[in-house]
């Protein structure tokens, strides 16, 4: 019978300690899958929050506000719609001012004032910052497009509108929603005309003019740049930058 030689302490130490489960290598492969997991998520978050605003985009241009209505954070109590107008805060005043715009085909009044109306804009250098937790973004795009106004006892009348946006994203149960969306304008101007020549908004449109039967808003516009032949633009809105919570930054 042959007998083994008892190992050294030294020796049986190094044996358990290869048997046993290495805890840095372990902590750094949790380290990996966990870092891979945020990177996808962001990445996802990112790919929604640009969808969300590609929708709005869309909707809007074909007057389904009933699509464009659900896009908003209607539970948060300063969800806010700021356009030329002016600004609508809150559920009620955002539901009102964007249904208002609903198409209604059926409807010989609303179809004798919005025959040939048609709004097409576009998304483009967007900016997305999302917080570090993961809970709102900051975005910046500009929306060049064109505009088509018409009105009872007139033709349709062909604007360019480029204007550039800031908005706040707040992610919620449901997704990413429009917290804050705010429009600061850029050049609005008849397509027949450089916007030397015809800078600035168009006037008050009537009760039988597109527009004219908006809603009072909440507030008047804030922050709001219009091209007029005249000055320096503005850098409107200020490109986001990277922050931590909404907190620590502003709101558009």
Sequence with gaps: MKYFKPLSAAMFGLCVALSSPLPAMAQSADHAVSDLAARVTRMEDLHDIQN????????QSALEFDKVVPLFALDQPDVRWEVGPGAYIGAKAVTDVL?????????????????????????????????????????????????TLSGLGHKPRAYRGWCRYGVDMIKTADGWKIWHMHNYGVIFSAADKSWVDSPGFPGKPSATDVGGEWPAPTRPQSDVWIYTGKGIPPLLPRPPVPYRTFSETFSY
């Excluded at 208002?100 to 900016?127: C, D, F, R, Y």
């Design 52 to 59: 969300v605003l590609g929708y709005y985009e869309e909707y």
């Design 99 to 147: 249904m208002v715009q609903q198409k209604q085909p059926l409807n010989k009044q609303w179809a004798a004032i919005h025959s040939g109306e048609m709004h097409v804009h576009t998304i483009a250098t967007p900016i997305i910052v999302i917080a570090g937790d993961g809970k709102t973004a900051k975005v910046s795009f500009d929306s060049p497009g064109l505009e």
